[in-house]
Structure formats: C-alpha cells, structure tokens
Nanobody, 126 residues
Framework: QVHLVESGGRLVQAGGSLRLSCTAS??????FGWFRQTRDKPQQREFV??????????YYSDSVKGRFTISRDDAENTVYLQMNGLKPEDTGDYYC???????????????????WGQGTQVAISS
C-alpha cells in the first residue's frame, strides 16, 4: 500500500524558512511533486516544485523559483522542500504527490500524479 506522509508545516514570520518533508513507502516512484492549496485558489492545487528520481531533474513554479529548493534522500525515501524568504502569499496547505512514470511535459499538472499525501499546513504571518 502506498503512503506519502508530509510533515514540517507550521506558523512562521515573513522572511523566515521552513523545510517540509515527504516520506514515501509502498512502491518506487519516478517523480515527486509539491503542490499547494491557498486561500486565493481554494478549488485547485497549485504546482510548486518537482523532482525526478533518475537524472534528478528539478522544476519550480515562477512564484517560488530562487526561494524554494526541492531535494531528495533516497536512503530515507524522503523528499524535501526547503522554503526560504517566505511570504504571506505562501500560506496554504502543502501536498506531496508522486507517480511511477515521468513525462517532462506533465510534471506541473495535478492530474498527472496518482498518489497524494494528506497535506501539511504552512502559515506565514506578515
């Protein structure tokens, strides 16, 4: 059975940092992604970042590029999202997603990923 478990979300002040973790179990994956659901867009999950397992490609949304870094620890089956320079608009529920296949054109699409975690809450105070 596949499990994705996120952790690390909490309340921090603007300008601060957080590191989110996503620990996977149950099968091997080709790609992991981080998405977020914000108050401004409650009906959709916005792509944040993704990382592939082979060749380690990384992708970022324009809104987080230069501030967030996605990485992985294969020994721990864990993917991290290091978030620096946090802004109030980064507030939201952050979800880890994973899929067994990787297609370069689809990594930012919510519908591409078959497996999702329950989410972790991130709140940034101004």
């Amino acid at each position: 059975q596949v499990h994705l478990v996120e952790s690390g979300g909490r309340l921090v002040q603007a300008g601060g940092s957080l590191r989110l973790s996503c620990t996977a179990s149950g099968q091997a994956f080709a790609i992991f992604g981080w998405f977020r659901q914000t108050r401004d867009k409650p009906q959709q999950r916005e792509f944040v970042a993704a990382i592939t397992i082979t060749r380690t490609h990384t992708y970022y949304s324009d809104s987080v590029k230069g501030r967030f870094t996605i990485s992985r620890d294969d020994a721990e089956n864990t993917v991290y999202l290091q978030m620096n320079g946090l802004k109030p608009e980064d507030t939201g529920d952050y979800y880890c997603a994973a899929d067994r296949s990787y297609t370069e054109h689809f990594y930012s699409r919510e519908t591409f990923y078959d497996h999702w975690g329950q989410g972790t809450q991130v709140a940034i105070s101004s």
